[in-house]
């Protein structure tokens, strides 16, 4: 069993506070945290992580007492360093004294080669050695669509940025296969993880990563297995009219929960998810997520 919390906010900083609350965890206390946002682009959630959401998320990690912070991130297509800026990313290192790494700048000697038996990448892919290495790792990601083969983009989608991009044709690769979803679940068998946090408050249901139709979804969804969250957010968008692609089929059996499930990194069907909620608006909303899977 793994504990979701699903919140149904509108208020972001509300939705990082009661995603800790409702989980009960703390991952942070006297270790070292690497924090993984989602900054595909610069553009306006849920294109890339809200700042709002980023920095509630390191008050609640300064608070639980982390001994340090290292943001590790790469864009794609958008250049890194300009994603970064134009985020406010830097301002924020110097508020909460953290480390930024940009991962499309560090030698090769910060990669790690990775090839899990099975996998369907050619020769396995470099991984980042930050998130190799890493004491606790807590990412963010955004609830949203993928018009270029993904499906969609949610908490498995978020680890592409932890191959590299510029000298290597890792991407080429991935986008250009025929495997691309069961690639992406594959990164992720690579290194393990503490918490995931989704913002879900706009979403995209159809083109993505960068542009697409927004809708509000308002919820906060949260937990450490990320075949829930990801199981949990198919559902969310269907629920709000999605792609034919992501409405196809049982949930369990799109491709990138699929695989994930075959390589043992999370739950394998709904009956293992122990939903945590804050009101009955919340109850009300697992409720008809639940439905979804029946469907």
């Not at 890339?48 to 990690?61: N, P």
């Not at 503490?194 to 706009?202: F, R, Y």
């Not at 829930?228 to 949930?251: E, F, H, K, Y």
Request: net charge negative.
């Amino acid at each position: 069993m793994t504990n979701v919390a699903v919140i149904s906010t509108n208020d972001r900083v509300y939705g990082v506070n009661k995603s800790f609350e409702l989980l009960g965890i703390n991952p942070a206390k006297g270790r070292n945290v690497v924090l993984k946002p989602n900054f595909n682009t610069a553009d306006p959630p849920p294109a890339s992580t809200d700042m709002d959401t980023f920095r509630q998320i390191i008050v609640k990690i300064r608070e639980m007492g982390a001994k340090s912070i290292t943001v590790a991130e790469r864009c794609g297509p958008a250049n890194t360093e300009e994603a970064f800026k134009k985020k406010g990313l830097y301002e924020l290192a110097e508020e909460f004294d953290l480390e930024i790494v940009n991962l499309s700048t560090i030698p090769e000697e910060e990669w790690v080669m990775k090839n899990p038996a099975g996998n369907h990448w050619k020769d396995g892919f470099l991984f980042a050695k930050v998130f190799d290495e890493a004491e606790v790792v807590i990412e963010t990601c955004c609830l949203k669509t993928h018009q270029y083969g993904g499906h969609f983009t949610l908490s498995l989608k978020n680890a592409t940025a932890l191959v590299p991009r510029e000298g290597f044709d890792y991407m080429k690769e991935l986008h250009s296969s025929p495997h691309q979803r069961k690639m992406i679940a594959e990164i992720n068998s690579a290194y393990k993880w503490d918490l995931i946090i989704m913002d879900g408050i706009v979403s995209f249901v159809d083109g993505g990563p960068m542009e697409g139709t927004r809708k509000d979804a308002n919820v906060f969804v949260a937990g450490t297995d990320k075949i829930a969250i990801d199981a949990i957010g198919v559902a969310l968008l269907r629920m709000l009219g999605t792609t034919q692609n992501v409405s196809n089929g049982p949930i369990f059996e799109q491709e990138q929960i699929a695989r994930a499930v075959e390589l043992g990194i999370g739950i394998s069907s709904l009956d293992e998810i122990e939903f945590l909620t804050d009101s009955t608006k919340s109850e009300k909303l697992v409720g008809q997520i639940k439905a979804e899977f029946t469907k």
